[in-house]
């Protein structure tokens, strides 16, 4: 018997699964991976190769001579290509070169002389995990999954790691179950024939940021186009935010040039000073033939909506919680409209723009123009002068930085200066987390310290990719709930190859104090009108985070009612009483609540009511 959340069905856009090597013993474990509407995708032999759930639309494959390959997500791949890539495939490694090539974002599965190897994005946007099930090395696209099966309960020390805020890399991309192993976003898992060994093989490295956006332009936008023509190419109606800032615009453009209609779609913010609902109609005079919804500010849900009714199957705590109800609430509405497809600009702020953090080594390498800069950077950032001169000073390798932040957990939040300039934000906790939680987080990151390499030696580099890969582990999150909702949703800003395109830019032309995402408004100049890429700010909505505080307090206060992190006795539950009958709290504006929360509803999620399916 298995356990199910009742609400483990899926929909278009939420493939997910399980891989097995071609082994009786293996398709003897694949058996416990069987779900009411579950699909079997089988080896040569007729065992079972992938089992989980997908629409016809989300996977092409291709087997020839004893060689299978699957692509599972979004991807213009053509079967015939794919066949002939099956044909050719002497080695699993070969599909390294395959994975760096194709647009769109999707899992890769090749299977060959009876081992298996499994890779995701290197965005995080899609993640593999494995674990060992009766002596069977499975893997999958979800940690829950392979949890389940094991009957595993999460560790506790991971749930103490997630109360960090944040918690830093390497921390935050860790299984939530001691027995389920996360592969890195830049691995692959490659099992072999035995069903038992695995490892891991690098198959992705950022590209160098070296080119001149003049010449990178291009590059960028021809990423960009296929990114979203992968998603519209068939036609129908697909849906955009339209909230007129570059990102969501530039993706309602190039929508706009495809074969599918559009409608877009702006949501006003609550803030008299928001001016996103005057760019969007600047934008629509552009689009004569797209459709345009606003919707109603007053009507939106606000920060912190329905937290105690989140019922989404998580295999981590997110903090994409805290605005779920604001991300779903406006798809019905879209799909009651024909869209079959939601797209989004999240992710244009992690690659159209970068860290500031590129200047620590720039002031090394070509000192009077960071100066320059940074004489910029101070007076937009109103940094002062000798918190910049101490985070310009700091040498700290990344090993060291994790160390020193193991030892000042409790102390406060760093300067504004310090997280821009150095390796990221130092990590917090707080005066509602216990002592014991306090310890198993400082230990984790002590024992993460021992071995941790930063994801690039130029601390600029290793904060643009963590960035990326922190948004990711949301969006992730809100594309399955997206999905459950019955509208899927896609960020074409963080496929692959749009990342490698934005990377590649030399960072004193990405990140500048004297213009606002200037490779977004380059790359896009011809499609976007002029006018449009003036904009140089973005709304904010803080207005309706510090609503959703006052107005959802007796939804937090009932959080921490019968909270199962103080059972579990990683958090005061009256200290967190306390603060939700008094949210005009200091700090609580700042988010540091998140981490917090996220845990704690992601632990409610499991205990909910679960349907037992009987197995064959």
């Not at 298995?2 to 090597?21: I, M, N, R, W």
């Not at 918690?167 to 035995?194: G, I, K, N």
């Not at 390796?423 to 509602?432: K, V």
């Amino acid at each position: 018997m298995t356990e199910l959340h009742e609400s483990a069905g899926t929909g278009p856009g939420d493939a997910h699964f399980a891989v097995f090597t071609d082994r009786a013993d293996a398709a003897a474990v694949a058996r416990s991976f069987a779900r009411p509407g579950s699909r079997t995708l089988a080896h040569a032999s007729g065992r079972p190769w992938l089992v989980g759930h997908w629409h016809d639309d989300d996977i092409v494959t291709a087997s020839v001579r004893g060689a299978s390959l699957a692509v599972v997500g979004c991807c213009p791949v053509d079967p015939d290509e794919l066949r002939r890539r099956a044909a050719r495939l002497r080695d699993l490694a070969e599909l390294d070169a395959l994975a760096r090539s194709l647009p769109g974002s999707f899992h890769l599965v090749g299977a060959l002389d009876g081992g298996i190897r499994v890779q995701g994005t290197a965005s995080g946007l899609r993640l593999v995990f494995h674990a060992e099930i009766d002596g069977v090395r499975v893997a999958a696209t979800r940690a829950d999954a392979l949890a389940a099966v094991l009957g595993s309960e999460p560790d506790l020390r991971e749930l103490a790691v997630r109360l960090l805020w944040p918690a830093p890399y390497p921390l935050f991309e860790t299984s939530m179950w001691r027995a389920v192993t996360a592969v890195p976003p830049q691995d692959a898992a490659v099992v072999a024939a035995d069903g038992r060994t695995v490892r891991h093989t690098r198959w992705w490295r950022p590209p160098e940021p070296v080119r001149p956006l003049a010449d990178a332009a291009p590059l960028i936008r021809t990423a960009l186009e296929e990114a979203v023509g992968a998603r519209t190419r068939q036609g129908g109606v697909v849906s955009c935010d339209l909230s007129g800032g570059l990102d969501s615009t530039s993706v309602c453009f190039l929508a706009d040039r495809s074969p599918a209609r559009v409608v877009a779609s702006t949501w006003p913010g609550r803030d008299p000073a928001d001016t996103d609902l005057a760019w969007a109609e600047r934008a629509m005079g552009h689009l004569p033939d797209v459709e345009h919804v606003v919707w109603d500010a007053d009507a939106s849900p606000l920060v912190y909506e329905d937290l105690l009714g989140i019922d989404d199957l998580l295999d981590e705590p997110t903090i994409g919680v805290m605005d779920r109800s604001r991300v779903l609430h406006h798809l019905p509405g879209l799909a009651a409209r024909g869209s079959r497809l939601h797209l989004t600009g999240i992710g244009g702020d992690h690659v159209a723009w970068c860290s500031e953090a590129y200047y620590h080594r720039l002031l090394r390498t070509r000192p009077l123009f960071a100066l320059r800069q940074l004489r910029g950077f101070r007076a937009l950032w109103q940094w002062p002068l000798g918190g910049t001169l101490r985070a310009l000073a700091d040498c700290r390798p990344y090993r060291k930085w994790l160390i020193d932040a193991a030892g000042d957990l409790r102390g406060a939040l760093p300067p504004s200066v310090a997280t821009g300039l150095g390796w990221g934000m130092t990590p917090r906790l707080f005066g509602w987390v216990t002592p014991e939680a306090e310890r198993m987080a400082r230990r984790a990151l002590l024992d993460a310290a021992a071995t941790a390499t930063p994801l690039h030696p130029d601390r600029g580099l290793h904060t643009d990719l963590e960035q990326i890969r922190s948004c990711t582990r949301v969006i992730r999150q809100w594309d399955r709930m997206a999905a459950h909702a019955g509208l899927p949703m896609a960020s074409p800003f963080l496929d692959d190859r749009v990342i490698e395109a934005c990377l590649r830019v030399r960072p004193g032309e990405r990140v500048t104090p004297w213009r606002y995402k200037p490779v977004l408004s380059t790359a896009m100049r011809g499609i976007v009108p002029e006018e449009c890429l003036r904009r140089s700010n973005k709304a904010t909505a803080s207005m309706d985070a510090s609503n959703g505080l006052r107005e959802h307090r007796a939804d937090l206060l009932a959080l921490w009612e019968d909270s199962r992190l103080a059972e579990l006795g990683l958090v005061d539950g009256a200290e967190l009483r306390r603060l939700a009958r008094r949210p005009a709290s200091p700090g609580l504006s700042d988010a540091i609540l998140y981490s917090t929360i996220a845990a704690e509803v992601w632990l409610r999620g499991l205990a909910r009511p679960r349907t037992r399916i009987p197995q064959p």
